[in-house]
């Protein structure tokens, strides 16, 4: 069974620029896993932040930005502002028509 | 405006059958492949199910395989789910979303709560 990790939580002051990352159990994250980002605040239904790993989706600010470090897709968010406070998910694309979503990281804007 | 609106959740009991239906308007239903996604209390998301365009071809996580079926009405633009021998597991907020070619989703509803209690 095929898990997608995340980091729980992350801290970052206003301003300042955060990178969360979505690693595989087993294997390195390439493009081919096509890695998507999604920003949810509690209650609320998730909005699309990045696609096909680093193509930011329609009205999301350029402080968003995604990418390939190492062997994991990458979220990074720069200048962060306060509203940037929530949860995060990656989905990567695993196999045919099959996705599964990363574990979350809860952002913390102090 | 693309919108989502999914219904038919509700309190069901272990065992029990519940359909959720997602009814989209805004944009052409028929050329979007569907899908569906959900997130416990207080956990992640996880994703459910997934349909192509003209409903031929399905998916579904390991986790509902067999007990649950995803579908699609064209002509009525809407989306369904028939949830089947539920547990306890299976509560959660249910949301449909729009999946596209470049392996993502870009439009979600605001879901619909599904609690399988006795």
């Known amino acids: 069974q095929t898990v997608v990790t995340q980091e729980p939580s992350f801290s970052v002051s206003p301003g300042g620029t955060v990178t969360l990352t979505c690693g595989l159990s087993?294997?390195?994250?390439?493009?081919?896993?096509?890695p998507s980002w999604y920003q949810q605040t509690p209650g609320q239904a998730p909005r699309t932040l990045i696609y096909?790993?680093?193509t930011r989706s329609s009205g999301v600010p350029d402080r968003f930005s995604g990418s390939i470090l190492g062997n994991k897709a990458a979220l990074t968010i720069t200048g962060a502002q306060a509203d940037d406070e929530c949860d995060y998910y990656c989905?990567?694309?695993?196999?045919?028509?099959?996705?599964?979503f990363g574990t979350g990281t809860k952002v913390t804007v102090l | 405006e693309v919108q989502l609106l999914e219904s038919g959740g509700g309190l069901v009991q272990p065992g029990g059958s519940l359909r959720l239906s997602c009814a989209s308007s805004?944009?052409?239903?028929?050329?979007?492949?569907m899908t569906w996604v959900r997130q416990a209390p207080g956990k992640g998301l996880e994703w459910v199910s997934g349909?192509?365009?003209?409903?031929?071809?399905?998916y579904h996580a390991d986790s509902v395989k067999g007990r649950f079926t995803i579908s699609r009405d064209n002509s009525k633009n809407t989306l369904y789910l028939q949830m089947n021998s539920l547990r306890g597991e299976d509560t959660a907020v249910y949301y449909c979303?729009?999946?596209?070619?470049?392996?993502?989703?870009?439009?979600w509803g605001q879901g619909t709560l599904v609690t399988v209690s006795s």
């Open positions: 979303a729009r999946w596209r070619a470049g392996n993502y989703f870009d439009y």
């Open positions: 805004g944009f052409t239903f028929s050329n979007y492949a």
């Open positions: 349909i192509s365009t003209a409903g031929i071809a399905t």
């Open positions: 087993s294997g390195s994250v390439s493009t081919s896993y096509y």
């Open positions: 096909n790993t680093n």
């Open positions: 989905v990567l694309y695993v196999d045919s028509g099959i996705y599964v």
